[in-house]
């Protein structure tokens, strides 16, 4: 079987997407642009052969990799980045190379377009929230004449919250539409609810291998444009409406042979044509792996291995290995150089240090949002979880 990977080397850890190919017996062949020697020696190990390209955004250059590969090792059996940002480049190289496993250019708009997602979830019978697609400002006006403030406007074809905005009052609503962007924009009524993620592996008959489920109480646009504080766990157990719910929208989008991350609100506010306190609604659909540290939160705290579950779907369509260890809570916390805090990060390892399994700073590019340093932690109880997280930000005080 040959495997083209495509950026092996980000993020980090999808080394361990190749390495568990490699001992499954694949071929596995690594495009990035990254230089061969700053690649990590397990992904070394685990390449058949790397090709570096000036730039992932050159088409011209993706396919001559391709193609260069093709001649060398024959036809292509898979191309994949489990990459949100290319997703579409996957897409386009497999449509291109006739590869049949996985989607195709034709495919990948129903994944990508926020307002194409809607449709979907209502054939998964999961509401989401009310919207429209971003025209003028007399539309907006009177979508919100209908909705009530806030509003959300984010665009219709993007990664996360970026670029993700909550308009307040009709001045921010000019503002917005003042310095609007040329893509494509959505506008929603705004949902009070905390995310509830359903993460996991799927085979190429529809059935999923593996699940967990992830929460994040505070707004992950609020951390982004407002700087709250950033930090989410992975729940010990799936819960049964949140399965349920993803295993729904699965099926809608038909969702195949693919590690997905499918994220729902859960309604902290009833919401008059959604639901009540504590009802799933959906939020957005990604067919990649959860971003950021959460694979290896959801291993270490499932004591599983998604990377391993997912080389085993590709290569035998099953799961092959069984994971019965204990489950913890598997915590992340991210703390900002603009803040002042109570407790310093040798504080919190003097205080928690036998729950605190790794540390560090994270990548400038992602700071905004994650945090400038972490914490990843473990926990049994949610009461001591949240003791921990009240003294990572007591209190905090913005510079």
Known sequence: MNFVFISPNFPTDYAQFCVGLKENGVNVLGIGDAPYDELRDDLKWALTEYYRVDSLENYDEMIRAVGYF??????????????????????????????????????????????????RYEAAGVPTARWQLVSTIEKALEFIDTVGYPVVVKPDRGVGAEATYKLKCEADVKNFFDYLPSIPYVMEEFVKGSVTTFDGIVNSQGKVLFAASHITENSIMDMLNEGVPCWYYVDKEVPDDVRDAGERTLAAFDVRSRAFHLEFFRLTEAKEGLGEVGDIVGLEVNMRPAGGFTPEMINIGQSADMFRIWSDMIVFDE????????????????????????????????????????????????????????????FDTKEEMKAFVKDAYAPMRVL
Request: aromatic share 12%; proline share 3%.
């Open 70 to 119: 093709t001649g060398r090792y024959g036809k292509m059996d898979w191309i994949e980045s489990n990459n949100e940002y290319w997703l579409e480049l996957d897409a386009a190289l497999r449509t291109d190379f006739n590869v049949l496993t996985g989607l195709k250019s034709d495919d990948i708009g129903r994944f990508r377009s926020k307002s194409g997602m809607k449709e």
């Open 319 to 378: 799961q092959r290995h069984v994971y019965n260890g204990p489950k913890r809570y598997s915590l992340y916390i991210g703390r900002r150089d603009n803040a002042v805090y109570t407790y310093s990060g040798e504080d919190l390892w003097r205080m928690h240090g036998e729950n605190i399994y790794r540390a560090g700073e994270m990548p400038p590019a992602i700071g905004r949002l994650m945090g400038n340093d972490y914490m990843l932690a473990l």
